[in-house]
């Protein structure tokens, strides 16, 4: 096959090797969970839907909810919340997954399923703040070029859910909580910004990245304040102490995926070995290191992580676009051929996961009266590899373990 099919193929390998339905079925079971007793069902993130069916193949619980990005058959109510903006279904969502976790008693459980997007999927806003608010600050936030971590630092503490909160919530229960990660290295207090474990970051914390970013004067004032109050020791800081009847999984992430990937090369004969299941950076400029990354001819090389993108420009995209561009100027007219792509399926706000990229893109480009480096600037690659022919649109994927880079030199 050819070396853009053999990606892509290989890149929908990798989703499928974190499928959170299979995923979370047998963590079920590892659990040893049963009917026995009353379990309830809190659900949130991209991988929701997917991981409530899950659950179901083991108990047979009617009492959940879904919190997700969209609807899809669940064996229970989906509340459909904005993401990577939250909007009124994000709040909404939060309140009833609060709720159901503060009716559940001493011999009750509450088994949490958490996949990557239930940061923006839950949004209670913490008291004083307003859904705008949070609206406003997420969007200053994801443009400005803080990673994940940063930013969920900054949402656990404007949060009524977040940064264990929901924990508080379900503190006479046993507490049960799977975890699909889309973050580097698997924090468990960020992913998601750890609804249900302990915090260790503060207000302080908060304030720093505001200040190292210069957010200030781009996000409400009310938001400003609320944090500095948190300083100053006016509002308690998010939990610190864990649950003490809690158990906790991560049942996929970035580097499952990424073997999965590589696997799949393999079965085709072809050499594959995974470089890194913790790439970060700028995106741009992660891309050109990783195409300058030595291999053999013929080898296809596999990364895992999740990059970060500074607008500065007017244009659509995302980030795994952003490094599909920067690599096609990079490889231009070279027998190298690029993937990025997003393990949901969605690529900022955009209808792509990504883009695949080869030595002959950028003459594409040029065909069309293009200017790859004017489209990287304005941070414009949806239309320039949409132009060219190398987006990759597969839609919502139902799963989320960050991204999935593969490059083959020939």
Known sequence: MDDRTLLLDAFLAGIAGVDPEAATELAAKRLGLSDRHRIVVVAAGKAAI??????????????????????????????????????????????????????????????????????????????????????TTNAALLDCGANIVETNTVRKHLSAIKGGRLTVAAGRSRLVTLVLSDIVGDPLDAIASGPTVPDPTTFEDAVAVLDRYGLRERIPEPVVVHLERGRAGEIPE????????????????????????????????????????????????????????????????????????????????GRNQEAALAAAIEIDERQITFLAGGTDGIDGPTDAAGGIVDGETVNRGRSL????????????????????????????????VADLWLIKRR
């Open 50 to 135: 997917a991981m409530s069916r899950g659950i179901t193949r083991v108990v047979k619980t009617t009492e959940g909810v879904v919190v997700a990005p969209g609807e899809d058959d669940s064996p229970f109510p989906v509340t459909v919340a904005g993401h990577p903006v939250p909007d009124e279904g994000s709040v909404a969502g939060a309140y009833r997954a609060l709720d159901l976790a503060e009716s559940a008693g001493p011999n009750d459980t509450v088994v949490c399923l958490i996949s990557g997007g239930a940061s923006a999927l839950l949004a209670a806003p913490a008291e004083g703040l307003s859904l705008e608010d949070l609206r």
């Open 238 to 317: 998010t939990p610190i102490e864990p649950h003490p009847r809690h158990e906790i999984e991560i049942i996929g992430n970035g580097a499952v995926a990424a073997e999965a990937a590589a696997g799949y090369v393999r079965s085709q004969g072809i050499r594959s070995r995974v470089v890194s299941t913790r790439y970060t950076g700028e995106a741009r400029e992660a891309a050109v290191a990783a195409v300058d990354v030595p291999s053999e001819a013929g080898e296809v090389l596999v990364f895992a992580g999740e990059t970060t993108v500074t607008v500065t420009g007017s244009g659509k995209g």
């Open 369 to 400: 009266g293009l200017n790859p480096a004017t489209a990287l600037r304005n941070n414009d690659a949806h239309t320039y590899l949409d132009a060219t022919g190398d987006l990759i649109v597969i839609g919502p994927t139902g799963t989320n």
